[in-house]
């Protein structure tokens, strides 16, 4: 999965703004303290964030950002996919595309693997939502050990 800075710091950045934002709305400079983000960086991705629909900006004094609908009905993968990352394991140039990544403009022989891998991936960011993140409600897998047990 080519999940980039923009995507991680996109998500940090939407998890602050719902622990914080529930009274009132936030700075970008107070979440960019914070979750040590450049400042400029932020603006970038709230622009981003804005045209998705998924934060409001506040004017005048003790003016910020705020969710544009609950924490809960915000899941993670419309965060990444508002800061324009895709959520793809291939190396393919397009999701989708019948057209591969090889020279010859066939598909690798691993590229089901890796469009299975990116398909879990995108399901599971898309059962997560920021309420979830912020509870620290993210299924996390089973310990080795535990897998091993199940296994024999």
Do not use: N
Request: hydrophobic fraction near 40%; charged fraction near 25%; include cysteine.
């Amino acid at each position: 999965m080519r999940l980039s800075t923009k995507g991680r710091y996109a998500v940090m950045a939407m998890a602050d703004l719902a622990r914080h934002g529930r009274e009132r709305a936030v700075s970008l400079a107070e979440i960019a303290a914070r979750q040590e983000i450049s400042l400029s960086y932020l603006e970038q991705l709230f622009a981003r964030l804005r045209r998705a629909g998924l934060v409001k900006s506040v004017r005048g004094p003790g003016g910020g950002y705020r969710l544009s609908s609950g924490s809960s009905e915000i899941m993670v993968s419309d965060i990444v996919l508002a800061v324009d990352e895709p959520i793809r394991a291939t190396r393919c140039a397009v999701q989708g595309s019948p057209k591969g990544c090889m020279i010859g403009g066939e598909r690798c022989i691993t590229h089901d693997l890796w469009a299975g891998l990116g398909d879990e991936i995108h399901r599971y960011l898309s059962s997560v939502s920021l309420e979830d993140v912020v509870l620290k409600r993210t299924r996390r897998s089973a310990p080795l050990d535990a897998r091993e047990e199940v296994a024999a």
